[in-house]
Structure formats: C-alpha cells, structure tokens
C-alpha cells in the first residue's frame, strides 16, 4: 500500500507508441486478434508504483512481456497513486481514456466493480493457478462473488529504524507506545534527534493505531460505523500524544516526501511504512550500509499490536478493445516467475505461495519479516466505499494531530460522515 505519494506522473513508451493519461484513447486502439493463434494489438497499463524505484522494475517486465509477444505493443503510462482512482473513474464513466489494465490498490477494487467499471475475471486466463494466491491477497478481488482483479503485491505495515542511532542512545526497539515513548524520549536526550516521524497528511498510518486499540472504521457484517466508538476515541489521542509529547514530529502535506527524507537522512529514528519503502529507503545516505536498516512490528497499543492488510491488484477496464491480450497480460504480470523477480529487486510481498519457495525470496530479509506481519494483519472492509472511507478520516486525522480539533469531535466527525456516506449503516 502506498496511499497519497505524489509522484509526478512519468509517461514511458514500450513499443512504439507514448501514451498519455486522458488522452481520449480507450487504450485498445486498432484492437487484438487471436484468429491467427497469435495474441495482438495495443494494451495501455496504468502503473501506479513509485516512480525511482518501482516503476523501472514494473516497466522491465511488461518489456518481457512484448518479447514473448511481438505483435502486442504495451503502452506504459505511471500514474501518481493518490491521483490513480479518481482518473479512472473519470475516464470509465466517459468511456475515453480508460486504461485496458490497471494496477488497483486493495480498496478500489469492489468500487470499479460496484460501478460496472471492470470486466470479471473468472474463467480467463488471467487467474491461471488461481489456487496459489495466498487466501488473505485473493479476498480483496471478489466482489458479490465474481473475481475483478489478480492479486500481485500483499503488503502490511511495520516500524523502519536506524540502528546506529538506537545503539548511540543504547535504546531497544519498543514494543508498546509506553515504549515508544520512552525510546524517543531517551534518543532525543542522547543524541538530540527525533525518535518518530509520523505521517499526518494520510489516514493509512493511524490505522495500526486504531486497530492497537481493538477499534475499526467500520463492521461490515453488522453494517455499524465504528469509528467512534471508544477504541477509535482512544486511537485519536494516542497519536495526538504522540506529537504533543515530541515523541513524534508530523505533517499535514507532502508527508510522504517529508517523512523520507527526514528518516533516510538520520534525522528522525524510526517512521511507520511498509515494504513498498525498503527500495526507496535504502538510497539514503544513512543506509548505504543496508544492515543499518531494522524493522520491527509496529509497537501495541492497549489491545495488542495491530497493522492493516494492503496490497494491489491487477484489473481489466470492462470496456477494454483488446481483452484477450490483457488477460494474457495479467497472468504474466501475477504470474510465480514474475514476482520471484519483483520480489529479488523490490522486496515486495508475492501473493503466491509457490513464489515463497523461491530461496532468494524465502532468505530476503524484509519479506522473512513481513510475510508473517501480512499473516497477522487486519482485513480492512471489502465494500465498494472501502477506499472512500479514507476521506474523511484523514481530514480529522491531520485536524487532529494539528490541534484543530479533540480526538472526541474528530472521532465524531468522522463517524457523522461515515453514516451519511454508507446509507442505511448505523
């Protein structure tokens, strides 16, 4: 998962054509033809992954993929994630500009579903092996009991520290927020630096917080809103404690760049991420040496420890001109052999066991510690306003940990909107 980085769009070209978001094109132009056995055409994928870093990874393998299909051309085009559903949206609902496949966080995938968006999945050759997706990956893409995408990522979250600066304060890795609080409280002493970055411009990062203190956004199975109940009350003031304390500094925009650069550069010692950061973590300067990095779970709150299952997922726009190819495509890119290589490079989770068995992957340190993290994490609410949850908490969140509101009027706040938004929940 990685929610709200504001990338700058990089549009590169596989093939032979640039394609460009909202261009008016449907993606499929000139269409694809199995008639002579052999698949063709044009297939535009919408990327969503860090550019720097993920995206050369994403780009080598669709560039695979043409040389295993020659009369397929691939149009790249990488989208800034916190841009991505909207665009679509926008694009499906005016039926130019949709990309033929997509690469769709967790959340969005029961919402294009919901609006008729994506073309299912089962009974094609994109959910070839569907058995070897890891349960928890593959409940994310079933929506009233068809199949909208194939998993290809799982991810949760963790706390990234730098172990030069723990060993100068002479501090262990906490477990609960008490401890969080004494470790930043014991480095700032010592060595006069922060202990934890916290991202306050995205909702994603309070829910381990929330769901530390047994709380959720909402009960699907009850249809109950419970983001204000006392748990998510108490949720709001552990974080706005946090930075009221000093034991975390925050932001309320451009956090992801803040908090990078803040932790790569030796000025904070830990921040809460997940392993869509290692790469990017790692081109700092105080991990040139990558045994510097340590991660750890995220420290328990007074319900025990808590991080949200997140991931992503690869769809087919329903109005696609060439859904043979971007099936066969799909399949590549989920494929074992496929994220064996982006697990190698990227130290992203695979959503297939049988690519646990690869030894580069089973021994890569940042996914032996993850995968059982993933094991543990919460589901979050597979509903088709899953992803809009998101916006009215991360309102309050920021208000919150700015002191513009309490944590009991942003918990309310949030659960006012939550009801207006989910008709009929209580």
């Not at 800034?80 to 926008?90: C, Y």
């Not at 094609?124 to 909208?148: H, W």
């Not at 944590?407 to 009801?419: F, M, N, T």
């Amino acid at each position: 998962m990685r929610r709200g980085i504001a990338a700058t769009a990089l549009v590169a070209a596989l093939g032979v054509t640039l394609a460009a978001c909202g261009s008016g094109d449907n993606g499929s132009a000139g269409g694809g033809s199995k008639s002579s056995g052999e698949l063709s055409g044009t297939v535009t994928w919408w990327d969503t992954s860090t550019v720097g870093s993920e995206d050369k990874v994403f780009k080598q393998l669709a560039e695979d993929f043409t040389k295993q299909h020659p009369k397929v051309t691939i149009k790249y085009v990488n989208v800034p994630f916190g841009e991505a559903q909207n665009k679509f949206k926008n694009a499906a609902q005016s039926g130019a500009g949709a990309p033929d496949v997509i690469r769709s966080e967790v959340a969005w995938t029961a919402d294009f579903a919901n609006l008729g968006y994506l073309a299912p999945l089962d009974g094609t050759p994109a959910l070839k092996d569907q058995d070897d997706f890891l349960k928890q990956a593959a409940a994310s893409t079933k929506y009233n009991g068809k199949t909208y995408a194939v998993p290809q990522v799982i991810d949760s979250m963790g706390i990234f520290y730098n172990k030069k600066i723990f060993k100068e304060a002479g501090v262990e890795v906490p477990k609960t927020i008490d401890e969080l609080k004494s470790v930043s409280a014991k480095i700032k002493q010592k060595t006069g630096k922060t202990g934890l970055y916290l991202r306050g411009d995205d909702a994603y990062w309070f829910l381990s917080f929330l769901y530390g203190e047994g709380g959720d956004m909402v009960n699907a199975d009850s249809k109950t809103v419970t983001i204000d109940n006392p748990a998510g009350v108490k949720a709001f003031k552990t974080v706005k404690d946090l930075v009221d304390s000093k034991a975390a500094i925050t932001d309320a925009t451009n956090g992801w760049d803040n908090m990078q650069a803040a932790f790569k550069d030796g000025k904070v010692a830990m921040m809460i991420n997940g392993p869509w950061a290692v790469t990017d973590t790692y081109t700092g300067k105080e991990f040139a040496d990558k045994a510097n990095l340590g991660i750890a779970p995220v420290p328990a709150g007074s319900a025990g420890q808590g991080a949200p299952q997140g991931g992503q997922g690869l769809a087919v726009y329903a109005g696609s001109k060439n859904l043979d190819a971007s099936y066969a495509f799909v399949q590549y890119m989920s494929s074992a052999e496929s994220q064996i290589k982006v697990a190698k490079q990227l130290s992203l989770l695979p959503t297939r066991q049988s690519a646990y068995n690869d030894p580069d992957v089973a021994l890569n340190p940042m996914i032996t510690f993850f995968k059982p993290v993933v094991d543990k994490a919460v589901e979050r609410p597979w509903i088709p306003e899953g992803g809009s949850l998101f916006t009215p908490l991360v309102t309050e969140y920021t208000k919150v940990l700015t002191n513009q509101t309490s944590p009991e009027d942003g918990a309310k706040a949030v659960g006012d909107s939550y009801r207006k938004l989910l008709k009929g929940w209580k």
